[in-house]
């Protein structure tokens, strides 16, 4: 697709157009004129209806957001949960990446099962066992630290049985523009989330002075989350949309397809650099709380903390930062990339990569300002934070593009396996060790110091993921004409 097929007046406000005036949408175009000839039955081509259809983004919306803020509540009270199992840094890094190795490991099995069989029963099932687990993990006792890395664990499980899922739902449902909308609005669940399990946690916390408490909130949303699964979503035709249906697209082993996959350099690379955002997100989402409070501590704007709960209000203005910036930067990042669109069709690996450049010296020095000046700091991880989200809904848009439907969830599936294993599965337990190791002694300031210098980590791999994005820019554009070409007859084969 050319630079010339995308222009201003073609595009909705909301969209990145990176399918827009493609073959998907001219020949969904021509079917809407047939059905109006009378020629079609008025059915969509996905068989959902649009009310429901737009139900089932919402609902699918709702779930994200239960997703990352149940897993950013431990964040919003981990000052609580170190005082109460008297663990060190290491240690506390351990419940974020446990949580993401069993989420990452599983997500490739999901996925396979999401390309074949009726998908809302399979999240159905993967929430219901996410929420009865996070409820268990709230009734760990003091002298089990283990149970509560356990079922931590576990609750990757659930998870990983969504997230691999519900994009390629919202897939089947819309195309080209209204695709990216869509897209928009279920990712801006993620900053949202994330923001909202930090603000919850802390403050249920604050309020009933226990932390266990913070974990008992998502459980109960989680479990009304299946009823609407069941009762409203609507199981949509694969690939109908995009004038290509399941019985079309010719189903294939899961062997060929990651080997399809694995020459898809745009899949490859847009992976990579989303591994880099993984990194940097794992690492600020679990320690930039406790980073903050530290910080306090050496400047002595706050007392130490040496009681068994924490009142800190670091928790609740990072998870305000984290909601506000990540819905700015998603929404920024799609309207740039759609108006970058009509000088380049490589708008959207651009823009990613932009967004991870310019996010690095902010992070780096919201870091070193963190004992100069709180206010300095809470400005450059906003800015950070921004430039960071904008890749969010462009990189799921990359994916579903250079992407043929039979194998989306399979290529979501190892987009998690790779970002998570090389990105957020170790980055909270490095920078942890990391931390422990450079630090001298136990006092206040080699506290803050050794945390500090391990976080600045997080401004180099920023770096390199922008990097990855610039290599995606090469590839995009060839990898893109291949998934819309793609016919029955080639299908197996790309």
């Known amino acids: 697709?050319?630079?010339?097929?995308?222009?201003?007046?073609?595009?909705?406000?909301?969209?990145?157009?990176?399918?827009?005036?493609?073959?998907?949408?001219?020949?969904?175009?021509?079917?809407?004129?047939?059905?109006?000839?009378?020629?079609?039955?008025?059915?969509?081509?996905?068989?959902?209806?649009?009310?429901?259809?737009?139900?089932?983004?919402?609902?699918?919306?709702?779930?994200?957001?239960?997703?990352?803020?149940?897993?950013?509540?431990?964040?919003?009270?981990?000052?609580?949960?170190?005082?109460?199992?008297?663990?060190?840094?290491?240690?506390?890094?351990?419940?974020?990446?446990?949580?993401?190795?069993?989420?990452?490991?599983?997500?490739?099995?999901?996925?396979?099962?999401?390309?074949?069989?009726?998908?809302?029963?399979?999240m159905s099932a993967g929430i219901t066992f996410w929420s009865v687990v996070t409820l268990a993990s709230s009734f760990t006792p003091r002298e089990h630290f283990w149970a509560l890395l356990l079922t931590r664990g576990l609750v990757g499980v659930g998870e990983a049985s969504y997230s691999t899922i519900a994009p390629t739902i919202i897939a089947d449902l819309y195309v080209g523009g209204r695709r990216t909308n869509m897209l928009s609005v279920f990712y801006f669940a993620i900053p949202v989330g994330s923001g909202l399990g930090y603000i919850v946690g802390s403050q249920v916390s604050n309020v009933t002075k226990d932390w266990?408490?913070?974990?008992?909130?998502?459980?109960?949303?989680?479990?009304?989350?299946?009823?609407?699964?069941?009762?409203?979503?609507?199981?949509?035709?694969?690939?109908?949309?995009?004038?290509?249906?399941?019985?079309?697209?010719?189903?294939?082993?899961?062997?060929?397809?990651?080997?399809a996959l694995s020459k898809n350099c745009s899949f490859l690379l847009s992976t990579l650099g989303f591994t880099a955002v993984a990194f940097v997100t794992g690492s600020l989402a679990l320690w930039a709380p406790t980073f903050l409070l530290r910080a306090a501590v050496f400047t002595k704007e706050r007392p130490p903390c040496t009681e068994g709960h924490c009142?800190?209000?670091?928790?609740?203005?990072?998870?305000?930062?984290?909601?506000?910036?990540g819905v700015l930067g998603v929404f920024s990042g799609v309207q740039v990339s759609r108006k970058l669109r009509s000088r380049t069709p490589r708008a959207d690996p651009l823009v990613c990569a932009a967004g991870l450049l310019l996010s690095a010296p902010f992070l780096y020095l919201?870091?070193?300002?963190?004992?100069?000046?709180?206010?300095?700091?809470?400005?450059?991880?906003?800015?950070?934070?921004?430039?960071?989200?904008?890749?969010?809904?462009?990189?799921?848009?990359?994916?579903?593009?250079?992407?043929?439907?039979?194998?989306?969830?399979?290529?979501?599936?190892?987009?998690?396996?790779?970002?998570?294993?090389?990105?957020?599965?170790?980055?909270?337990?490095?920078?942890?060790?990391?931390?422990?190791?450079?630090?001298?002694?136990?006092?206040?300031?080699?506290?803050?110091?050794?945390?500090?210098?391990?976080?600045l980590l997080c401004s180099f791999v920023a770096v390199v993921g922008g990097a990855f994005f610039l290599a995606t820019a090469l590839f995009i554009e060839r990898d893109r004409d291949r998934a819309e070409k793609c016919s029955p007859c080639r299908a197996d084969k790309l």
């Open 1 to 122: 697709m050319s630079a010339a097929d995308v222009t201003a007046d073609t595009a909705p406000f909301f969209s990145s157009d990176s399918e827009a005036d493609g073959p998907e949408e001219q020949e969904a175009a021509a079917a809407a004129g047939r059905r109006a000839e009378g020629a079609e039955p008025a059915e969509p081509a996905s068989g959902v209806s649009p009310v429901r259809a737009l139900l089932t983004v919402f609902i699918l919306c709702y779930i994200n957001l239960l997703n990352y803020m149940d897993r950013f509540t431990v964040a919003g009270v981990l000052p609580d949960i170190e005082n109460y199992f008297l663990i060190d840094d290491s240690k506390s890094g351990l419940l974020q990446t446990v949580f993401i190795c069993s989420y990452m490991f599983l997500a490739p099995f999901f996925g396979y099962l999401g390309d074949r069989h009726n998908r809302k029963y399979i």
């Open 212 to 259: 266990h408490y913070a974990l008992r909130v998502t459980p109960a949303l989680g479990l009304f989350a299946v009823l609407l699964l069941l009762f409203v979503v609507q199981e949509p035709k694969r690939g109908a949309v995009e004038a290509r249906p399941d019985h079309h697209l010719r189903q294939t082993s899961w062997i060929k397809d990651l080997q």
């Open 311 to 325: 009142a800190s209000s670091d928790s609740l203005i990072f998870g305000a930062i984290t909601c506000v910036t």
């Open 366 to 455: 919201a870091i070193v300002f963190a004992e100069l000046s709180t206010t300095a700091t809470y400005v450059f991880i906003f800015l950070g934070e921004t430039f960071l989200s904008m890749n969010w809904a462009i990189v799921a848009d990359i994916l579903l593009y250079v992407v043929v439907p039979t194998r989306r969830s399979t290529a979501e599936a190892l987009q998690i396996v790779v970002s998570h294993l090389l990105g957020d599965a170790g980055s909270p337990y490095l920078i942890g060790v990391v931390s422990d190791s450079l630090r001298r002694n136990d006092s206040f300031m080699w506290q803050f110091r050794s945390l500090q210098l391990s976080l």
